[in-house]
């Protein structure tokens, strides 16, 4: 490669560990769901700074792992395989597998991870299900069904997703709607909540980066405003509270009593149509969306 070309895009990153990879080199793992449009994939730790090695599986070649290559000593069969942009990956399925198992030390990551790929509509949590179930002889099955438990479509950022798994599996509140719309009694939408427990009328929001800006702080404001005026209480989270679980579970019971103690007004909009797998199904010829 030229020394002007740098490997700063992750794209960048991909291509080079696959051209030096051999003949039988397959793209895997977190990069092969970044190039087929997984744009949460983005190659980096939780940190946000620490480069993550391409996985490829090499198929009985002889390269070893390397400083931004880590080599899985996995078979993926030739119809396993499509090739994005002339660099050869495993498909979407096959691909989330990997990196779920990848991440098998954390059963969370591993939905995170399965959350990412649903929400880039790479696949689904019912084609990974049929997935699995026709992969029999394959090692890490069912501990990949285990983090699969825990995936949930919906979810439109990692860092949601943590906060999900941390309402449903440490607060105990079981799973709440994902991105469902919430109405007024008069048919006015109020907004879309991250998160929401329509027993216990709490809605849960992640609040990232950008909404340190002023004016997005401003609309947050507003909106959890309006939230409450229909009856719903509000839990805000930021990054480094997914941290500390105590401190939001803290704020989600103290969200519960509050609401219990507000008319409730709102009306819950309908499920999303069409769904993933309309979605999916349409995409590939075996379905039509309705509308």
Avoid at 164 to 176: K, N, S, T, Y
Wanted: charged share 30%; hydrophobic share 40%.
């Amino acid at each position: 490669m030229p020394a002007g070309v740098s490997d700063d895009l992750v794209e960048q990153r991909i291509l080079e560990s696959f051209a030096g990879a051999g003949p039988t080199a397959v793209v895997t793992g977190w990069a092969s769901l970044r190039l087929q449009g997984g744009g949460h994939f983005d190659g980096l730790g939780r940190d946000g700074k620490t480069r993550r090695p391409v996985p490829i599986a090499i198929d009985g070649g002889r390269v070893r792992s390397s400083g931004g290559r880590l080599v899985v000593r996995h078979t993926v069969p030739p119809d396993e395989v499509v090739v994005v942009h002339g660099i050869g990956c495993a498909k979407a399925e096959r691909a989330l597998f990997d990196e779920m198992r990848l991440r098998q030390h954390d059963p969370r990551e591993m939905a995170v991870a399965a959350d990412s790929a649903f929400a880039a509509q790479l696949t689904s949590h019912k084609r990974m299900r049929l997935y699995i179930a026709t992969r029999r002889w394959y090692r890490d099955k069912r501990i990949v069904a285990g983090g699969l438990d825990l995936a949930c479509e919906g979810s439109r950022s990692p860092q949601e997703g943590r906060l999900r798994i941390l309402w449903e599996v440490d607060a105990g509140w079981g799973r709440p709607l994902v991105n469902r719309e919430v109405y007024d009694e008069h048919g006015i939408l109020v907004g879309i909540p991250d998160l929401l427990d329509p027993r216990r009328c709490v809605a849960g929001e992640y609040a990232g980066g950008d909404h340190r800006d002023p004016q997005v702080h401003q609309n947050d404001v507003a909106r959890a405003a309006a939230f409450r005026r229909v009856g719903l209480e509000v839990v805000e989270v930021v990054g480094r509270d997914l941290r500390y679980r105590p401190l939001v579970i803290a704020r989600m019971k103290e969200a519960e009593a509050r609401a219990a103690m507000l008319p409730q007004t709102w009306v819950l909009g309908p499920p999303p149509s069409p769904t993933l797998d309309e979605i999916l199904d349409a995409r590939d010829g075996k379905g039509v969306i309705s509308t």
